[in-house]
């Protein structure tokens, strides 16, 4: 704060010629005194030849407080003379002034820049004339001046009295402007005035405007006191915030909320049952204190509302030809499901709609049917979801949890679509053959309303309480077996087989995806590591058997981090990996060819099984011992298996004498017939004539063929009925080295299924009867010595139906 003389300060005269001192966010009055603070090593300079000399210094205001240093441009015009009454020096090597306002000087001329600014001045004298106007003026600003002093703690008492006796009215303008917290813009426009009556009138606008405010806060003091208690400083800030918003109508913090939730709702287009919802329910809102605990709730449930896409949705791409590209850059072969989808979406195209029938990719895993999901959503241009609702059992799940429990929300149908901002995704729904079912609800009941195409434009989800319109969503579903999907839900789906691949397709698919992608995750490049087509072969065959490619990608991903360990610990900038390198490298092979050891005793068939995985070999056993006849079977088999090993054994013994059995022989023994891998549960009845070939060759005492394998339900008359994943138990046989297949002769079409490859690598044996199956069986067995034989075998005539 300036000290002011009440009486006007005779000074030396001003010099026409001064150096001047920028002064930022800082106004000198004449006739006032004031503290400064002097740091720029040029202005220290000016003070320092200034009190050397006659002491008489020019005080401009900066324009900009950014400059630095001023020049010219970044100075105000107007200013003020001023002596240096004393001067002290800092340790930190800066000054404290302290000046006496002398003079309003206006800037003439600009003499010199260095080594600080000097200019030539001209005085600017206050223009006084008396009038009654300019007395009462002058009474109003001592009267506002005197009030503001006893509102506000940082002005002394005794100022009210030295306004009261300033009668020079230019000498009261500057005391107040001196002593008053205003900004500097508007105390340089009142030095820049030089008639007294303007620039009173200008203060007295300042004046009754800051009265006016420090009236305000005295007001919101005396409010906010009476609720305050001792102590309470942060609940005191609070209140007086509240107080100032009522004053200027901006309401409470809780008001402003609702204000923000409701200008959101006019911005976006919502459905009308929609709009309707969350306008009660904002309604509400605005009832409620803030304290309540529904007032949570419908805050979340506002946000929801206004966070779903109920109208936002991408533009669809439908150039088929673009499609087909996609697909063949994204995937290998799966020619019949490309040119599956691409149809779908031909249709689609024609129709200019993409909804149709949902999609569902069933086949092992591995097989691509997530990423064809993908391939699809990018083909169209649209976003991508992807929820797994495998072991799933809780309805709620789907349909999101009713209001009334704590913590409820959507289910995970909305909250995907929330998180993809679209309303038109491509939403893969992940593992639904998975979903399972207890007191909780059966999700898949649930699901039947999402994927019914004339359920779906309305779906209503617990939580919101609203229809949702999910006819815009193009559905795909995936599941490795048909079989645990409900029949109802499978009916509303359009089914796409994707069976396992080949040996060359999985050479393929290494070559084009798996090497590049593993190279590239660990930091290789291409002519770092090279995968010959024999070594790839070799990881094919010894170190994986599966459907899919996924063991595979892990087999090349080891390879690729036992190279990147030499690369990196430079043994090696290059490597060509062999056959030698590989088995080092990955250890002895994982998957020996054991079906040449497996059934070289008697009483041991391979059969063929479709699992979840895929298809697989089944070694199917059989041991006789004394006994009344009775048949024993293990290995976990569910009933329709067990009822296919009664009809084997009950053909067998009925057709004894036609195969060349001794008859009283299964009187003397009990069989127990065994299907390994017993912590596996196995069913089906495609495994009836395996079983019947398998107790054949215990009684006769003669090992099958090694390289047969076989499939086909049997009947008690010895008829071959047909049998279904042909496809997947052919591509297990010819994985484990089978080179005869025997299926029924029903079958016969499913052989188109196959890829040429495989039809040019494995023989097919197509039966209608058990001694067809029988025959290729033992075809060229007899020539192998058994190991064993009952004693029924050897008095037995050469069986039956053999060639």
């Not at 620039?199 to 003091?221: F, H, M, P, W």
């Not at 290998?332 to 490309?338: A, P």
């Not at 997530?370 to 976003?383: D, V």
């Not at 697989?616 to 006789?624: C, H, P, R």
Request: with cysteine; glycine share 6%; aromatic share 4%.
């Amino acid at each position: 704060m300036s000290d002011f003389a009440t009486e006007p300060v005779e000074g030396p005269e001003v010099p026409h010629v001064l150096p001047v001192l920028p002064l930022k966010e800082t106004v000198v009055f004449p006739e006032s005194m004031s503290p400064l603070a002097i740091g720029q090593e040029r202005s220290v300079k000016l003070v320092e030849d200034v009190v050397s000399a006659d002491r008489v210094v020019a005080l401009v205001t900066v324009r900009n407080p950014d400059a630095d240093p001023p020049g010219w441009d970044d100075l105000y015009e107007m200013g003020t003379a001023a002596l240096v009454q004393k001067m002290i020096r800092v340790p930190d090597g800066t000054l404290r002034i302290l000046v006496q306002g002398l003079k309003r000087i206006r800037l003439a001329q600009h003499v010199e820049d260095e080594p600080y600014l000097v200019a030539e001045v001209e005085e600017i004298p206050d223009e006084v004339e008396e009038s009654r106007e300019l007395e009462a003026l002058t009474r109003n600003v001592q009267n506002l001046f005197g009030r503001i002093i006893g509102l506000v703690p940082y002005l002394p008492e005794e100022l009210q009295l030295a306004a009261a006796n300033v009668d020079d009215p230019s000498a009261l303008s500057y005391l107040v402007a001196s002593t008053i917290r205003i900004k500097t813009e508007e105390k340089q426009r009142l030095l820049e005035v030089a008639d007294v009556t303007d620039r009173l009138r200008d203060l007295s606008a300042i004046l009754n405007r800051e009265l006016e405010v420090y009236e305000l806060g005295t007001k919101i003091q005396s409010q906010v006191q009476s609720e305050m208690e001792k102590g309470q400083r942060e609940f005191f800030l609070r209140q007086q915030l509240k107080a100032i918003q009522e004053e200027l109508g901006e309401g409470d913090a809780e008001q402003a909320e609702v204000n923000e939730l409701r200008g959101r709702l006019e911005e976006i287009e919502l459905p009308e049952d929609a709009r309707k919802a969350a306008e009660r329910e904002l309604a509400r809102l605005e009832r409620l204190p803030s304290a309540a605990a529904e007032y949570g709730v419908i805050r979340t449930y506002l946000e929801w509302i206004l966070t779903l896409p109920w109208t936002q949705q991408t533009t669809d791409d439908l150039d088929l030809a673009r499609a087909q590209r996609i697909l063949d850059e994204d995937h290998y072969d799966l020619e019949k499901v490309k040119e599956r989808i691409v149809e779908y979406l031909a249709v689609s195209k024609l129709k200019n709609d993409v909804s149709g029938p949902i999609l569902c990719f069933v086949g092992p895993p591995g097989v691509g049917k997530t990423s064809l999901g993908q391939s699809i959503a990018r083909t169209l241009g649209r976003k991508f979801v992807r929820i797994s609702v495998g072991g799933v059992r809780d309805e709620a799940e789907i349909r999101g949890h009713r209001r009334t429990y704590i913590g409820a929300m959507p289910g995970t149908i909305l909250r995907a679509l929330r998180d993809a901002e679209s309303r038109n995704p491509v939403f893969l729904i992940d593992e639904i053959d998975k979903m399972g079912a207890d007191f909780r609800g059966d999700p898949a009941s649930a699901m039947l309303e999402v994927l019914d195409p004339e359920q779906h434009s309305s779906f209503r989800d617990h939580y919101l309480d609203l229809p949702f319109d999910l006819s815009k969503v193009l559905f795909i579903c995936t599941a490795n077996q048909l079989e645990t999907i409900p029949s109802p839900l499978l009916d509303r789906m359009d089914v796409i087989q994707l069976s396992g691949y080949t040996e060359e397709e999985k050479l393929g698919i290494a070559k084009r995806y798996l090497v590049p992608k593993q190279l590239e995750a660990h930091g290789l490049e291409r002519s770092q590591v090279r995968f010959g087509v024999r070594v790839l072969r070799l990881v094919v065959r010894e170190y994986t058997r599966e459907a899919g490619v996924r063991s595979l990608e892990r087999q090349i991903a080891a390879l690729c981090r036992k190279a990147a360990t030499q690369v990196a610990k430079g043994k090696a900038k290059r490597i060509r990996l062999d056959e030698a390198r590989v088995r080092e490298w990955l250890g002895p092979r994982r998957f020996p060819a054991d079906v040449r050891k497996r059934t070289a005793d008697p009483g041991v068939a391979t059969g063929l099984a479709v699992t979840a995985v895929g298809g697989d070999v089944l070694f199917i056993e059989a041991t006789g011992y004394p006994g009344k006849g009775r048949l024993t079977v293990t290995g976990q088999l569910g009933e329709v298996m067990q009822e296919s090993a009664q009809a084997a054994l009950s053909w067998v013994r009925s057709h004894a004498v036609q195969l060349g059995l001794d008859p009283t022989w299964f009187a003397d023994h009990d069989i127990h017939v065994h299907v390994p891998a017993g912590a596996v549960p196995k069913d089906g009845p495609s495994a009836g004539i395996t079983m019947a070939t398998a107790i054949v060759s215990l009684v006769r005492g003669l090992p099958v063929a090694d390289d047969v394998a076989m499939t086909g339900e049997i009947t008690l008359t010895g008829q071959v009925l047909p049998v279904g994943g042909v496809r997947e138990k052919v591509l297990a046989a010819q994985r484990a080295g089978i080179e005869r297949v025997v299926l029924p002769s029903e079958n016969e079409p499913d052989l188109e299924e196959l890829p040429a490859e495989t039809r040019d690598a494995v023989e097919f044996v197509l039966a209608d009867s058990l001694d067809r199956v029988l025959a290729t069986a033992f075809d060229g067995a007899r020539k192998r010595r058994p190991r064993r034989a009952p004693a029924a075998e050897r008095q037995a005539a050469t069986p039956a139906g053999t060639s």
